[in-house]
């Protein structure tokens, strides 16, 4: 009864000007591709994936709905496995990985439907009540009292933690640095002791230039330091971890076990950061925080969208989950726009409910279907 008829269905949707992006985001047109799955028993799953393109659809359609067409949404291990070798050739990175992460994501939104679970709770189970949440919704500006304006915001909300990015680097020489500094000492001030201060880089710095700016950014007691190095420089960051005691975080552009296999093994973050519709969906993300909690590493997932929600509520081993406060209705990113019913923020927590499979469904106001 749960033989899959139908793959690959998809919709691309503009970016709705919910982001204000730092100067090294790239382009302003971005995509989301949403993966339906049709089961026989007449349940439909949703793989929601950002940041893609027709070709990310192009490799859904022609690569790996063929594959998963007759096949059951229970057989999550087998299918994944044959989507990722037989796309072995083509990229084990990128847009490949984020095709197999949403058709994943749907068979796993299909098998909480199925059998009227969560998928938290085909994962592992609920393991809190409630999520803490971070507030992320932090832009560097050239006026920093606006940025405190916002973390004070956040702070009055009921907010524990925040994150800011950081607009300055290494093109910006001696007096970015300082920007830098004079808005991680403010923001500290603004804030006080008790609320956790994160940092992003967003793969901004060169290795010289973090290994300048972190002895500068030590007094502030800041939480982490996201991605200051490229994905790849497995050993810049191995260097830069051990030259600090700030916890150095990354993953959110890392793939699959093998590319965190990586990251972990060679020592280069104190926090994993993966995201389930890029790493290779549930069925691989389960794997990898395993690989984490190995090593004893916390695993705080890059971004609010519903597939990460229902990891974070699934293991004990993520304490915390990003909120962006003023992306959406919801507070979630553009992603959070195209569906109805995502998880409600309030005092600085999220409430995840008992709906079967993620507990979303298409905004239909937003995607005609």
């Known amino acids: 009864m749960d033989a899959l008829y139908e793959a690959g269905d998809r919709t691309l949707v503009g970016a709705m000007g919910l982001f204000n992006k730092p100067i090294s985001a790239s382009g302003e047109d971005v995509f989301a591709v949403i993966v339906r799955v049709t089961a026989e028993n007449g349940m439909t799953g949703l793989g929601i994936v950002g940041l893609g393109s027709e070709a990310l659809a192009s490799i859904i359609e022609t690569r790996l709905a063929p594959l998963v067409l007759g096949r059951s949404a229970f057989d999550v291990e087998l299918v994944w496995e044959m989507m990722f070798r037989s796309t072995i050739n083509i990229g084990r990175k990128g847009l490949v990985l984020e095709a197999i992460s949403g058709l994943d994501i749907a068979l796993w939104d299909i098998m909480g439907k199925t059998t009227q679970r969560p998928v938290f709770d085909l994962l592992g189970g609920r393991t809190r009540e409630k999520i803490r949440a971070y507030a992320s919704a932090g832009y560097a500006m050239d006026d920093l009292d606006q940025v405190v304006d916002m973390a004070k915001g956040y702070r009055e909300a009921g907010f ?5 990015r950081f607009g300055w680097g290494p093109r910006d020489g001696r007096a970015g640095m300082r920007r830098n500094v004079e808005m991680v000492r403010r923001l500290r001030e603004a804030i006080g002791d008790d609320m956790e201060l994160m940092t992003d880089a967003y793969m901004g710095w060169t290795l010289q230039y973090a290994l300048e700016m972190l002895p500068l950014l030590e007094p502030y007691d800041i939480a982490w330091l996201e991605e200051p190095l490229i994905p790849e420089d497995y050993d810049g960051y191995a260097r830069l971890r051990s030259a600090t005691k700030i916890a150095i975080a990354g993953g959110e552009h890392e793939f699959t076990r093998y590319g965190f296999k990586q990251l972990i093994a060679n020592g280069c973050v104190d926090i994993v950061q993966l995201d389930v519709n890029r ?17 004893n590493l916390p695993v705080v997932p890059h971004a609010p969208d519903i597939h990460n929600v229902h990891l974070v509520m699934s293991h004990i081993g993520i304490p915390l989950i990003e909120h962006f406060p003023h992306h959406g209705r919801d507070g979630d990113t553009f992603l959070g726009e195209l569906v109805t019913g995502a998880p409600e923020v309030r005092d600085g927590y999220m409430y995840v409910e008992d709906k079967p499979g993620l507990g979303v469904e298409i905004n239909t106001s937003v995607v005609p279907l």
């Open 279 to 295: 790493c290779g969906g549930f069925t691989e993300a389960r794997k990898i925080v395993a690989l984490a909690q190995a090593f």
């Open 160 to 164: 524990t933690a925040m994150k800011m």
